[in-house]
């Protein structure tokens, strides 16, 4: 079986960490294709950071910070403090000495010609992750967030989502969302191909806005999926009102949507009813939006989804693949 | 009194320590001004290395690391293991993290239009040296080592000079050095100016092949230091037949000049017979030599010149700036 995942950063990771351990005692383990969002990629002191595709990477590596949540486990942070004692901006970056190597290596890679799928490929040789990790762009895509600045004469500006979600802890009210070169950007090499040949389709509980939502916004993505013949199947980021970890529910506020199970679903929409949805996982206590999930016009379920430890993540990916009919 | 030195790396750096300890106790000391080597600059991992410029900013500025004689004290090397962990090459190069961020800042800056010489004045303004460093270039130039290779056809072949160095430990025989670029390369801003405006002009005993040589090589210096009417005195790196640290005898061997304090000062050569010193420090170990050294037209002197502390170097300090009349 062929598996296709868009995926996120970290909550991303961990499930597909459980597809793998669930697919691992299979007979057959499905072969398992991720397609990794970029828009929040940023270039910081010359280099090229990959949040999301190294959330991935780490984790599905061995090599992530399981208490932290993002960058490498055993991390210093040696030249984040130099670079400070230079007195070079930004400060609030999380940049680690170990996490800094591969985007050291990204960078000269990418500065020698090489596209972001070749230098990911590149990458993932040395983590083994037991899947494959492909960018959903080859091109620039950056995340930038609209707030409000009464000092502008529009009244507001846009900054990198990196600055509105690390240095603000997206605590300031975003507006809007502007991802910079999606409307240009080219699915990455083998995108379409792993949406058309897969036979299943999953999205994990990433945050739908700003780590799902560049991925759809490339052009030719959406159509794909929604011409896959493939169910794809969701898995909902928030449980019980709220973002299992992250803060998604800033980014929803600012689409107009609910943080609700039920109203991500109701976001993402029904392939019935033109969106790219066939099914809907959700947390056992949202489990009284069901019928509304399925009224929508797709498949519904409800099972405990805190992905605790991988026998928790591992039943997860079970009882998604099993929403597949 | 404006004092302009021409060095290399560490021993250029801790005589330049002294100097400046020695002018601090006069009633008026002078400003020290000092032309860097960069011909062993070299490009690793996408970021430009200027050790001999680092070596002069950190040993001035407090943060060497004095028992190792390069880098940055209290200096990790989690990145460089981690480059290694991805199989990326070189693995030789002595990268620390702290150094590191000196490598990104000059990096980004040169990447973003400055040249050597304001990024150089950038990362200095951390370390408040007493002094100006300015590289002898902005324009690359790299030092380059001829070794034999029966693999070529033509039996020869040039590495960088730091794969030489470092890697090698200058164990294979140099058939000859290569300045790459030189040829070519301008004299940095205030370079000349500084050779020209000069009272005093110093050779701290720094490799004459390797550090100093790139420095005469650029096309202006030379010649401005034979029009120069400030005095030029040396201090040989030669100390008993053998470079006090650093391999330079198996760099002077390569220009069939003999490791001997004598044999550089005929290197460099004396003004009135179109060298470019009027006076040479020695060791007092070799003061046999001092009238085969007078003999080629220089005033000359021997006293210690172990820098074993900041005491004995201020004295070499004091001892070559006694020798301008």
């Known amino acids: 079986m062929r598996i296709t995942a868009l995926a996120g950063g970290i909550g991303g990771a961990r499930l597909l960490r459980g597809l793998l351990a669930q697919q691992a005692e299979l007979a057959q383990p499905g072969e398992v294709t991720v397609i990794g969002n970029t828009g929040d990629d940023i270039w910081l002191f010359g280099l090229k950071i990959c949040p999301d ?182 898995i909902s980021p928030i449980v019980g009102g709220a973002p299992v970890r992250g803060m998604a529910d800033a980014c929803l506020s600012a689409l107009g949507v609910e943080t609700s199970a039920a109203a991500v679903a109701a976001h993402y929409g029904a392939r019935t009813a033109g969106g790219i949805l066939d099914a809907w996982l959700i947390d056992e206590r949202d489990s009284a939006a069901l019928p509304e999930i399925q009224a929508l016009g797709m498949r519904a379920a409800a099972v405990p989804l805190l992905m605790t430890d991988l026998f928790a993540t591992k039943a997860i990916a079970a009882a998604a693949l099993s929403l597949t009919s």
Chains 1, 2 share one sequence.
Not at 216 to 225: F, K, M, Q
């Open 53 to 234: 595709l190294d959330s991935v990477m780490y984790t599905l590596g061995g090599g992530a910070s399981e208490e932290r949540g993002w960058g490498r486990e055993d991390e210093t942070f040696t030249v984040k403090e130099e670079l400070a004692a230079y007195g070079v901006e930004p400060t609030w970056f999380g940049l680690g000495d170990r996490d800094l190597a591969t985007h050291i290596v990204r960078s000269q890679m990418l500065g020698a010609g090489f596209a972001l799928s070749a230098v990911t490929a590149a990458l993932c040789q040395r983590w083994n992750l037991g899947l494959r990790l492909l960018p959903m762009s080859d091109d620039r895509v950056e995340t930038h967030v609209v707030i409000a600045d009464p000092d502008e004469s529009s009244g507001r500006r846009a900054i990198h989502f990196q600055e509105w979600w690390v240095r603000h802890h997206a605590e300031i009210p975003a507006l809007g969302f502007v991802q910079i070169g999606n409307d240009k950007a080219r699915p990455g090499p083998g995108v379409l191909e792993a949406i058309e040949s897969a036979d299943l389709i999953l999205l994990p509980p990433s945050n739908p806005v700003v780590s799902v939502g560049p991925i759809l916004g490339v052009p030719g993505i959406r159509e794909a999926l929604l011409a896959a013949k493939a169910p794809i199947v969701g």
